[in-house]
């Protein structure tokens, strides 16, 4: 680390029981002692890294004298203490470090010059699939297919971890990154040599902001950010507004974090904070448990925030005592944040906040968010209704009403069967009266339906229709490091087992915890028995069906979905329903508590009151509804504090990095550079240092560019780079069956980053994508190197324009690259041949791993957009005025738009390259190629 300069004598000793620390006291400087508690933070970490060029005694000046109201105008850089992985984004990182390592060979360095200059930590979590479930033998499967698919991938890992220093792997099965984050990694207040400095982390994972929970600053940023911040690189950012979020009130019975959380992101997603800080404030904040303000600061991505952060205060130091932190380690964060003034007190004096929104949260009622976007939140007591509206989105079908039922929607006691042979979900149908000698009654609000009759492997038929329930998941950080909604739902599963309910046949249950505490904690509270007669046994450790690892449906359920062309509904404890994530044969995806992802297993539809409709009927024949069998807050309380203890989290993170008998007997390469393998399908050296030079070529402007895609609004990284199974018939399936891979071992995008082989054919290439070029769903577009322009796969288009030397646009609406921050979106982009996207608004990671790759993001005026503009696709752009970053940084560039009558559509469009360390980076055609520069050159 850099010795400060020290400008302003703020660097001072702080006493903590028997040992001395140095810090930088932020109350030495006038002005810093009354901002926001994030803001302090970053006061911190500018008076610590102060050497009088990347931060200047200017810098901390500015930051002291925040206007709260101003627009950010003033650049600085973060340099953050730690980089936090999981295997999905950082496969790809620890490829590009290796190859860095022979880069900066041929420039002249040597190989250790590439090598984490911080902390960096992965966990591995997102690579096991839910293919097994339902038995007591899925979590051995999964695993065992885990390791058959990605040995190489693994044993690149395991070379990474011993020949990287400063950076270490967590192996599989262990849990989810973010919940081994808060529980294990997490520092809290850091001890470096005898420094105390505030711990703030970035991560490759977008949902990194889980930590801001604990009062850790720090967000999700693109891997190729990341790789730079490991090696030394600070994180160049506008001192942002902060908006203040004021709790008050306590969350009332029936209602769980998810549905706070599912209202805030509601709320901020309408209020509008894509790169602003969020804060929560107020005497409401001290009855928030540690684990809902994780779950809070996890969704800060889905609300659009940089971060969203609670100060330290007692709930953070009981949460250290709970999770096995030394007692060392609880002390300094305390005499820490109280002597730095980060401490919440009670009744504590307002900071002054850019804007304000206050939740009262007595207010908040039972939520779940779909059918496509997290913020697009539903009351529970709303959602039938709301399901049948959006439903014609997806689905085409008769429309049913009581006088126009087919036959077999009526549900009839001839079986004597009790729910399970002969179920049918049309319409909410879930046979609540079957085997009484009743028919099932029909709701008479009219709504689509497409019913199939489906032979059940196990024997009997149901009924599935839209809305059918295809998948039932416990998964993500979000909440399965929640113990009261994972506590909540053993406890509904041990009330509906005992009234005889089940989940029903079609629906594939599985639950993924997010670190082994949890199936500590059920075993503890004997909650297992209960979940899996709910048919949730345990799949695995890791991310799971919230990163499109659900697996495949049953053949027979699939088989019917496809024939009848089903609007078939997921359900998941999660954090992301994009279209196309969650499942190929999946079309709706609901985000909801673990609570009721099993009342949604037992209803098997979407199309349901749970107000209204029973669930089943018990023993007796009495219906059993949703509110019989909701477990209290007391119940969940008690269980949490019987099975619940310190010494759980000490036995289980004792060995975290050891890993188990098949992680320590991995093969492991040998050698300081790494041993590409030429025949691998998993790992392949990066191509992008190729025939680089020590100096940088000239930016060029772009002339003659052809349009690749035509988007439309809310485009995601996952329509960009998805991370789910890959398509036979695909480009990247195409390339795999050349390489010999079997169709079964294809495996998804996301375990098969390390390859740009794979991941270039696959950018753009999400089922649901709708390039408006084209009229079909998924990766195609038009060719117009081609007579006729016919459809082609975009990669295979993409090849025939380079062979021509033809560069290629992006055309897009607003929020564009929401979601995960996934660098391979602008990886991929970048090896296709794209030179600059076109669009309305970016959501930030997106936007900056654009920069990251030198590809320019571009944004319409104002009031402008290609559907206003009159660009339909066809035409060839010519955009003037890039070169000026040659010499200059250019605010505007101007666009030539000729059709194919040879008129023209002139425009100006902002450049969004906001800062002079971005343009920096896009001079250097790339962040990594800016920071190997520097290596070299120093």
């Known amino acids: 680390m850099t010795e400060s300069l020290n400008s302003f004598g703020a660097k001072k000793t702080l006493e903590v029981g028997d040992k001395t620390y140095e810090y930088f006291d932020i109350n030495e400087v006038e002005g810093l002692s009354k901002l926001p508690y994030s803001l302090k933070v970053l006061a911190e970490n500018l008076l610590r890294h102060e050497d009088g060029k990347n931060v200047t005694a200017d810098h901390i000046k500015a930051l002291a004298n925040w206007d709260p109201e101003a627009e950010p105008d003033t650049e600085i850089q973060f340099t953050p203490a730690r980089v936090l992985m999981q295997d999905f984004t950082g496969v790809p990182c620890v490829v590009d470090l290796a190859t860095m390592r022979e880069a900066v060979t041929n420039l002249g360095g040597t190989p250790d010059q590439v090598n984490p200059l911080n902390p960096a930590e992965m966990v591995i979590d997102h690579s096991v699939i839910a293919e097994a479930f339902g038995s007591p033998e899925a979590l051995d499967k999964n695993v065992e297919i885990e390791y058959e698919r990605n040995e190489e991938r693994y044993q690149f890992l395991r070379w990474g971890a011993e020949n990287f220093s400063n950076f270490r792997v967590v192996p599989p099965g262990t849990g989810i990154v973010h919940q081994v984050n808060i529980e294990y990694l997490a520092r809290v207040i850091f001890d470096n040599e005898g420094l105390a400095y505030p711990d703030t982390c970035i991560g490759t994972d977008s949902h990194t902001t889980m930590e801001n929970g604990l009062g850790i600053l720090g967000w999700g940023v693109g891997g190729i950010e990341a790789e730079a911040a490991m090696l030394g690189q600070p994180v160049s950012m506008l001192i942002p507004k902060v908006v203040g979020f004021k709790l008050t009130g306590e969350i009332p019975t029936g209602v ?243 009234k005889g309910l089940k989940s029903k046949p079609w629906v594939k249950t599985t639950m993924a915890p997010g670190s082994q505490v949890v199936d500590g904690y059920y075993k503890r509270a004997d909650l297992w028995k209960d979940l899996e007669a709910m048919g949730f046994y345990l799949a695995g450790f890791g991310c799971t069906t919230c990163i499109g690892n659900s697996g495949p449906l049953p053949d027979e359920v699939s088989d019917a979905i496809n024939e009848a062309d089903l609007a078939a509904t997921a359900v998941l404890s999660g954090n992301r329903n994009f279209e196309g994530r969650i499942n190929p044969d999946i079309k709706m995806n609901y985000l909801a508590s673990p609570i ?18 029973p669930l089943g009927q018990d023993q007796d024949g009495n219906d059993v509804f949703l509110k019989d069998i909701w477990p209290t807050p007391e119940e969940i309380e008690e269980t949490i504090q019987s099975a619940i203890s310190r010494e759980m989290y000490e036995a289980d993170y004792a060995d975290v ?130 007579e006729g322009a016919p459809q082609e796969f975009i990669y295979d288009a993409a090849q025939n324009y380079a062979k021509e030397n033809t560069p290629l646009v992006v055309l897009a609406g607003a929020e564009y690259g929401t979601g995960s921050s996934r660098d391979w979106a602008a990886k991929g982009t970048h090896l296709l041949g794209v030179k600059a996207v076109i669009a309305e608004s970016y959501e930030r990671i997106h936007r900056s791993n654009l920069i990251g790759m030198g590809v320019a993001p571009l944004q319409f005026k104002d009031g402008d957009s290609h559907e206003s503009l009159g660009l339909d696709g066809t035409e060839t752009f010519d955009i003037t005025g890039l070169d000026g970053f040659n010499d200059g940084h250019p605010k505007e560039v101007h666009v030539t738009a000729t059709k194919e009558d040879g008129s023209t559509v002139e425009f100006d469009v902002n450049v969004r390259i906001d800062t002079p360390g971005e343009a920096e980076y896009y001079r250097n055609g790339g962040i990594l190629q800016f920071v190997l520069r520097g290596m070299v050159n120093a």
Request: charged share 25%.
């Open 256 to 498: 769980t974090a998810t549905d706070v959380v599912l209202t805030i992101t509601d709320m901020l997603r309408e209020h509008g904070v894509v790169q602003k800080f969020v804060e929560f404030y107020g005497n409401g904040v001290k009855s928030v448990p540690l684990a809902n303000r994780a779950t809070i600061g996890n969704m800060s991505p889905e609300f659009g925030s940089t971060s969203a952060i609670f100060p330290i205060d007692e709930e953070t130091v009981k949460y250290l005592e709970l999770t096995g932190r030394p007692k060392e380690q609880i002390e300094r964060v305390e005499a820490y944040a109280k002597a730095q003034g980060m401490w919440l007190e009670q009744d504590a004096e307002e900071a002054k906040y850019s804007e304000y929104l206050e939740l009262d949260l007595s207010t908040v009622k039972p939520s779940i968010a779909g059918p496509k976007r997290p913020q697009d939140r539903i009351l529970v007591e709303d959602a039938k209704a709301q399901f049948r509206k959006d439903l014609h989105n997806y689905a085409e079908g008769d429309v049913v009403t009581e006088e126009n039922t087919p036959e077999a929607r009526r549900m009839t006691a001839e079986s004597g069967e009790v729910s399970g042979e002969h179920d049918d979900i049309t319409g909410g149908l879930n046979a609540a009266r079957e085997g009484h000698g009743e028919t099932a009654a029909i709701d008479p609000v009219g709504r689509q339906s497409s019913p199939i009759t489906v032979e059940s492997r196990s024997g009997g038929e149901f009924t599935l229709d839209h809305g059918m329930v295809g998948v039932a998941a416990i998964t993500s950080c979000t909440n399965t490091s929640n113990p009261s909604v994972m506590v909540g739902a053993g406890l509904i599963a041990r009330k509906a087992a005992a």
């Open 596 to 613: 009721m992802v099993i009342a949604y297993a037992i209803a098997g539809t979407m199309d349901f009151d749970f107000d209204t409709q």
């Open 657 to 786: 990095f050891k890993g188990d008998e098949q992680w320590q007997n991995l093969n492991v390469p040998e050698g300081e550079t790494f041993q590409w393998d030429e025949d691998s399908t998993y790992v392949r050296k990066a191509p992008f240092f190729e025939d680089m030079g020590l100096e940088p070529e000239k930016i060029e402007d772009v002339k003659g560019a052809r349009v690749l895609v035509k988007l439309g609004d809310s485009v995601t990284t996952d329509h960009i780079s998805p991370a789910s199974a890959i398509k036979p018939g695909t480009p990247a399936a195409n390339y795999l069956d050349e390489n010999g891979v079997s169709r079964p071992n294809y495996n998804s995008y996301g375990s098969r980053r390390g390859n740009h082989e794979i991941m270039v054919r696959g950018t753009f290439g999400n089922i649901r994508l709708r390039n408006e070029l084209v009229d079909v769903a998924g990766g195609y577009t038009r060719d117009f190197t081609q």
